[in-house]
T-cell receptor, first 117, second 112 residues
């Protein structure tokens, strides 16, 4: 089974509008972390936001917020007031103890966001 | 401060050749990771270092791949007898132990 599922290969949003990028995950560990990264065409993965499984409140970082619904195993990224520079690939990732000592990230397949002027 | 750096940014080689990819992590970060990203996919884990030792190399696809981190800082990913299927973006990330991983700009490897 897929650990991280991103069902939207591509999304379009008008500049200054808000957009939600979907992410669902699958784990049996009670303790895990969820991350969102942005990857522009240059290739670098840029860390955006983190949510721990025990965090009571949804994470926020500037224009980014994470809509964490634990029972539904979803961790959607909300970008408010979209800017042209937000056009990029967005990846959801999970870190879980059962991945071993490495605690490596498991990534979804990504969503290509295009912001329209 | 300086982020993770990777060199070269692009590497084109011929099938069968040997290549080395270098990663310079954020100063003070003890954990270092290598990932491989094929076109249109998310990165996949290759190997993890905690300090100087390879603590988990379970993601390496075969014995043509090897990585070292001799002094606990810079790491080199080595690929022997390259194959066309090795063509991908190779990403390095570092973190304080157990913390958020910060990625470098990647090395795009093309095997002709």
């Amino acid at each position: 089974a897929q650990k991280i599922t991103q069902t939207q290969p591509g999304m379009f949003v008008q500049e200054k509008e808000a957009v939600t990028l979907d992410c669902t995950y699958d784990t049996s560990d009670p303790s895990y972390g969820l991350f969102w990264y942005k990857q522009p065409s240059s290739g670098e993965m840029i860390f955006l936001i983190y949510q721990g499984s025990y965090d009571q409140q949804n994470a926020t970082e500037g224009r980014y917020s994470l809509n964490f619904q634990k029972a539904r195993k979803s961790a959607n990224l909300v970008i408010s007031a979209s800017q042209l520079g937000d056009s990029a690939m967005y990846f959801c990732a999970m870190r879980e103890p059962s991945s071993g000592s490495a605690r490596q990230l498991t990534f979804g397949s990504g969503t290509q966001l295009t912001v329209l002027p | 401060g300086a982020g993770v750096s990777q060199t070269p940014s692009n590497k084109v080689t011929e099938k069968g050749k040997y290549v080395e990819l270098r990663c310079d992590p954020i100063s003070g970060h003890t954990a270092l990771y290598w990932y491989r990203q094929s076109l249109g996919q998310g990165p996949e884990f290759l190997i993890y270092f905690q300090g100087t030792g390879a603590a988990d190399d379970s993601g390496l696809p075969n014995d043509r791949f090897f990585a070292v981190r001799p002094e606990g800082s810079v790491s080199t990913l080595k690929i022997q007898r390259t194959e066309r299927g090795d063509s991908a973006m190779y990403l390095c990330a570092s973190s304080p132990s157990g913390g958020t991983q910060y990625f470098g700009p990647g090395t795009r490897l093309t095997v002709l």
